[in-house]
């Protein structure tokens, strides 16, 4: 690297690393997670999990003792008081600083002096070093830790067999590490939790474009939220526009005025305005119904009928959006050139066709890269989804949790976050291809953008 581009690059490598942490990272983690069965059910590696099963242990019930835990100078003893009769016991003075497995043997109590039994705070703060001790009696009988104030006797619930299978010591059942399945799995198909994790290939991909129990919602999905971008840009834009058109009207008395009222929306932030339409359209106490209900004698189930909740949902995003397409066109508007104008209007064009022959086509251009970002952020639109509907209403007819407000990003979040599987391979599939459709769309304006360009040039 040359002086003269290092101190550019000196500014560069900040952003660099900061656009590799927050964007090129996730991204690839995102990636590569669709391509593994990664869920609530298979949350650890196969060398976690199986060290966790092997770790159960089995207690015969009835065969507990309670234990108490007390200071003796910098250490511990350990005691069990006499019960049912068995004689009450005691260790040596014990460190618990770490969990470091050991056996530690028991004696009668007899004439040792205890201190006070520690409170439980004290045992919570000592468990990982309590639970790696193997208490023995002095019949031989080995306790463990089995809760704040006992121990019991235990073996190992699972043990391991020389080809890598787990051997129930209760049952004699093999269970064989399915690596296709992420679980240790017996003949008759019974699977051990937790689960592990495995790559699966293109297996979600498949199940997304191929399995009709997800097709189907999938693609209605999918629909519903190109919709929802589309319309919302139309009607946003269509509002936006009219209204900048009626404020550059030099006629218009208290046009700044009329300028500030309608730009409150936008000022307002938008979780709050959500939240209050949210109330606004309650269909027992929200006032638009009381309002259609006092004039038409009808109450809009606007939360639960499919049809009137995207409807609302529409309503919603292009009241938050069209303060925002208003400046942008004022400002296009007003970019106009005068002369153009007087020429429309020496040539006696009306409002209507000096607005479609003049007006329109000079702000079209310019406006239209903006209109496919407005697009691509409605795709993702999660928050507005979230806080107003939630996606619902919910449908009962599909596998998956789905609702007849549902985006794609908000169906995702369900499947990962809200599904009692919580899919979280699944999930990170149907990202991937929203993220593709999201990178497709900004293409297509970045392209926009260039041909708006090479006139300039």
Request: glycine share 6%; net charge neutral.
């Amino acid at each position: 690297m040359s002086g003269r581009s290092s101190p550019a690059w000196r500014y560069l490598l900040p952003a660099l690393a900061a656009a590799a942490v927050f964007v090129v990272f996730p991204m690839l983690y995102t990636l590569s997670l669709g391509f593994t069965n990664y869920s609530a059910r298979n949350l650890l590696s196969f060398e976690r999990a199986r060290a966790q099963l092997l770790e159960e242990r089995l207690v015969q019930p009835g065969s507990e003792r309670a234990f108490t835990l007390h200071a003796d100078g910098a250490r511990w003893r350990v005691a069990l008081p006499a019960e049912d009769g068995q004689a009450a016991l005691v260790t040596a003075p014990l460190t618990l600083d770490s969990p470091e497995t050991r056996a530690v043997p028991l004696q009668p109590l007899a004439d040792t002096a205890l201190t006070p039994a520690a409170p439980p705070a004290q045992v919570v703060e000592r468990v990982p070093a309590l639970r790696a001790l193997q208490l023995t009696t002095p019949d031989g009988q080995t306790l463990s830790l089995q809760s704040l104030r006992h121990v019991a006797p235990s073996r190992p619930l699972y043990t391991l067999r020389d080809d890598g299978a787990l051997v129930d010591t209760l049952t004699a059942t093999a269970y064989r590490p399915d690596m296709a399945e992420g679980f240790f799995t017996s003949e008759a198909g019974d699977q051990l939790q937790p689960g592990f994790r495995v790559a699966v290939g293109w297996r979600h991909y498949q199940r997304i474009f191929s399995d009709g129990r997800f097709q189907e919602p999938f693609a209605s999905v999918f629909l519903w939220t190109v919709a929802f971008s589309a319309l919302t840009v139309l009607g946003v834009t269509a509002l936006g526009l009219l209204l900048a058109v009626l404020l550059n009207w030099e006629a218009l008395e208290g046009r700044a005025a009329y300028r500030l009222v309608l730009f409150l929306p936008y000022a307002v932030p938008g979780f709050i305005s959500i939240l209050v339409f949210k109330g606004l359209f309650n269909q027992n106490l929200g006032e638009i119904n009381l309002i259609l209900n006092g004039l038409f004698g009808i109450k809009p189930a606007w939360f639960t009928d499919p049809a009137l909740a995207r409807t609302m949902l529409l309503i919603v995003n292009i009241w938050l959006g069209f303060p925002y397409m208003m400046v942008l066109c004022s400002g296009l508007i007003k970019a106009i050139p005068g002369d153009l104008v007087e020429a429309s209007a020496v040539l006696g064009a009306g409002p209507l066709t000096h607005f479609r022959r003049v007006t329109l086509p000079l702000i079209l251009k310019p406006l239209t890269p903006l209109l496919i970002s407005a697009f691509a952020f409605n795709f993702n639109n999660f928050v507005l989804v979230s806080l107003l509907t939630a996606g619902g209403p919910d449908r009962v007819d599909t596998a998956l949790p789905v609702g007849g407000t549902d985006i794609l990003v908000s169906y995702t979040w369900r499947i990962a976050f809200q599904d009692s599987g919580q899919q979280f391979g699944l999930a990170a599939a149907i990202s991937t291809v929203i993220f593709l459709i999201v990178a497709a769309i900004t293409l297509v304006q970045m392209r926009f953008t260039r041909i708006n360009d090479e006139p300039a040039r």
